[in-house]
């Protein structure tokens, strides 16, 4: 990690900071897609950069396929071959490839070289983070991955770095943008979920499947990133079995509107001793909750710790260029210190099993095959079953939604059911919390 | 800084980490007030430092009074000599004296020889940061003042080492949790200025000059060491003139309620160009806005950078154990890495002078001596001065409120004068953002 110091003198940047030494950092870059681009082009443009003392470089690329155009400056080396890429000489290399391999093996080969780097590459962190965190340990250096999530707001660095304020106990958060998008989208203008995907999908704002992020997968990579990073260890994925949004209708948010609520892309997990539950899925929340305020692609993350208390951090989730300004200024930490020694890595735990949450409030939409009963029926009918209902709202169309009061998915989902085969109801619980 | 590697066997810990390499680290603590204290009662406390691979120990004190009895463990060395202090053998100095002088002297004496610091004075960051900070980088060690400003939520460590997320052109923080208690007291419980205050100082919320806190010192301190912090320079003190909390009743909180707003303690710095403006002092922010939504003795802030947009982080901003804990992380920071080489400090320049912050509208009181005018009469009336009132409250006692559209202090404050004289109307002018 050899970086070079030279004198430099640029004009624009002389009336600040006249003749003093800049800095080169040689950047390699791993996968040139859409993220790749935006740090191509934004490094060697923010001058920003090079006021801080930094002039960064992207010396080469590895790339599925060289000669696919793309919108960014020429780079000097641009290379399919791995052997090949993994022969130059970088201070730091960002992967932005987007699946675990081969994003594994080549950051796990550079790791190994005591190469810095910088990933925005949440799939690979969230299912090999810790192992990647101890084997840069072990090489002191270091792997920095700011931007897998919450992607332009500064605070995995600080939860990894500080061991006091990320002894965390239960974390929620809003980290898909797209369903945060489309949620809002139905909220504000009551339209149909195909057509705010539609409006989603024509800003560019879905990845390119689109089930990652409607059926709650990316924030499923994103949640079991965060368990690791706060020390609880390795989430069972397979466990997790997140919801997606794609049930949701305009009418749900508005009568969740009519209780106060809103209803958002949530991914939880608290810790309770040892024990961890979690859950990916929406969730009805009061307008009081800071991340009922996040509108449209914004993210947000509220952390209860045992030394600090309540945290929230909110900001843009997504997008290239925001991704690409954090990828940077991860690169300029990289090259700005070293590790001083080897320090003790926890050994990483797996979480296994799951729990169940604990018992939340629920939202439920019940729909009526013909006639819609008054609110004082359906309170008895509801009572009946052990739920009891805190708000009814007026019909919509068929519909009636209920709050009930808190009970655990294991009764609720059996009383549901029930209600539904004997009534010929049907219902759809969410969350309120 | 020759931090000590040893084997180390602990029972509690030894199920997490057995027999693994825990680093001590030698703490110097200048300064043990409330926040000395704290430090030292938690450094041996807190298991998670040592699951970190720390073993934090304070090794000796300097304080002003070496009998006075403290809430704290007996430490090895304790003495009110400054030059003695100084000879020991620290991995890190922590600062927690919270005046400039001599706190000054000290750091840069500890800085000078390579010693990490870790400072919780406001005071002396916000008057001397970019030269501390200058000096440690010259030196290849660090300064870290987490503390400083939201004391619990870990942000100005990222916007110091990070380049581009700190291009901010804009922010906007509640950074006084005693102002932002007593305001939130009057809102809630609709009681006197002095009953507020005198809760916030039965809960030791008050800073021992209260002053410091009601009258927007403590906020200025603040709003000077962010904006130094991202690189704008060195606000003129002089020019800021913070306004403070204490002309504010219940009653104004209430009729800004019934505008959908609510009163905060609030610090604003923006950029345009190369000018900056600023102002310290009470503001009525729209319920939307995140800051409205900080209860109690919460903190937070809103930046709106080049390259990120927007973000917001709120969290506790004071208390000796909150305060403790960031200064600990700090400290951990501070062993973990060193600088990798001098990097160039851009110059920092003065700002000077503060322009006037760009139009806002505000939130008026007016007090009438006898009869209160109708809202269209005192419609006319304001019109009448190019004051134009966008809402106008119900009465309160002798008192109406109005909102009025934006236009800049330099024009509101003589219309107000010429109301005041020619109607023997008294009116009190609260920004609204």
């Not at 000669?67 to 641009?78: D, E, F, M, Q």
């Not at 925005?120 to 792997?143: C, D, F, M, S, Y």
């Not at 897998?148 to 958060?173: H, I, K, M, Q």
């Not at 919509?396 to 009383?415: K, N, Q, T, Y």
Request: proline share 7%.
């Amino acid at each position: 990690m050899s970086a070079v110091l030279e004198r430099d003198v640029v004009s624009p940047i002389a009336a600040v900071q006249p003749k003093s030494a800049v800095r080169t950092v040689r950047v390699g870059l791993v996968g040139l897609g859409r993220v790749g681009q935006a740090v191509a082009r934004l490094a060697p443009e923010a001058q920003r950069l090079r006021v801080a003392g930094y002039r960064v470089r992207v010396v080469g690329a590895l790339v599925r396929d060289v000669s696919k155009r793309r919108r960014c400056p020429r780079l000097a080396r641009i290379t399919s071959n791995a052997a090949a890429f993994l022969r130059g000489d970088y201070d730091v290399v960002v992967e932005a490839l987007g699946t675990v391999q081969p994003a594994r093996s080549i950051v796990s080969r550079l790791l190994g070289r005591g190469i810095p780097v910088v990933t925005a590459n949440k799939e690979l962190v969230a299912a090999h983070g810790p192992e990647l965190v101890a084997l840069a340990k072990q090489r002191r250096t270091t792997i920095r991955y700011e931007a897998c999530a919450l992607a332009g707001v500064p605070f995995l660095g600080a939860l990894a770095a500080r061991p006091l304020v990320s002894d965390v106990n239960e974390l929620t958060a809003v980290v898909n943008g797209t369903s945060n998008f489309i949620l809002s989208k139905l909220e504000a203008e009551q339209c149909a979920f195909d057509a705010a995907l539609e409006q989603a999908q024509a800003l560019g704002l879905t990845e390119p499947d689109s089930s990652r992020d409607l059926d709650g997968i990316d924030a499923a990579d994103k949640l079991a990133l965060l368990a690791s990073v706060i020390g609880w260890g390795t989430l069972p994925r397979h466990q997790l079995r997140p919801q997606g949004i794609r049930a949701l209708t305009a009418a749900d948010l508005a009568a969740a509107r009519s209780f106060d609520r809103t209803i958002k892309p949530v991914a939880f997990a608290t810790r309770i001793g040892t024990a961890v539950s979690a859950f990916v899925g929406p969730a009805a929340l009061p307008l009081s909750n800071p991340l009922a305020s996040l509108h449209g692609t914004l993210n947000g993350i509220r952390l209860h710790g045992t030394f600090v208390g309540d945290l929230f951090f909110s900001g843009p989730g997504a997008g290239p260029d925001i991704t690409a300004a954090t990828i940077l200024d991860d690169v300029v930490e990289s090259v700005a210190t070293t590790p001083t020694a080897r320090v003790a890595t926890p050994p990483v735990t797996p979480i296994s099993p799951l729990v169940a949450p604990p018992p939340t409030g629920w939202l439920i939409r019940a729909t009526f095959p013909g006639f819609v009963p008054d609110a004082a029926a359906l309170t008895r009918l509801f009572d009946a079953h052990d739920l009891h209902a805190t708000r009814i709202s007026e019909p919509i169309d068929r519909s009636r939604w209920l709050l009930v009061a808190p009970i655990g998915h294991e009764a609720l989902s059996p009383a549901l059911a029930c209600i539904d085969a004997t009534h010929r109801i049907q219902t759809h619980a969410i969350r309120s919390l």
